[in-house]
């Protein structure tokens, strides 16, 4: 019933651009915080960006940080994040998640979010 959906992904040259989105439904996420991660093949999944209940608190990953830009319209409860200047390092699959309202620093860690979509694709080719 609970669900994250992200869309959006898919092939880009070097210096492209892509719009990823992701859906929420099943439950109540206006209050949460919601973040992007990325697993590239052979690593560890990792923070990209997140974006707080006050749309105006963000965070991002020194790695993106002026290329990319997180955005969310509550009323349509979904999450975007808007990648330019895309590198080959980009290259991973791209995940939206959400952290439960708390007290505290802006989360940043895997173990700070309760809920997961399935993930889209991003691919940059050099």
């Known amino acids: 019933q609970v669900q994250l959906v992200e869309s959006g992904g898919g092939l880009v040259q070097t210096g492209g651009s892509l719009r990823l989105s992701c859906a929420a439904s099943g439950r109540a996420f206006s209050d949460y915080a919601m973040g992007w991660f990325r697993q590239a093949p052979g690593k560890e999944r990792e923070f990209v960006s997140v974006i707080g209940w006050n749309v105006w608190t963000t965070y991002y990953a020194d790695s993106v940080k002026g290329r990319f830009t997180i955005s969310r319209d509550k009323a349509k409860d979904t999450v975007y994040l808007q990648m330019n200047s895309l590198k080959p390092e980009d290259t991973a699959v791209y995940y939206c998640?959400?952290?439960?309202?708390?007290?505290?620093?802006?989360?940043?860690?895997?173990?700070?979010?309760?809920?997961w979509g399935q993930g889209t694709q991003v691919t940059v080719s050099s």
């Open positions: 998640a959400a952290s439960p309202p708390r007290r505290g620093p802006t989360p940043r860690l895997i173990y700070d979010y309760d809920y």
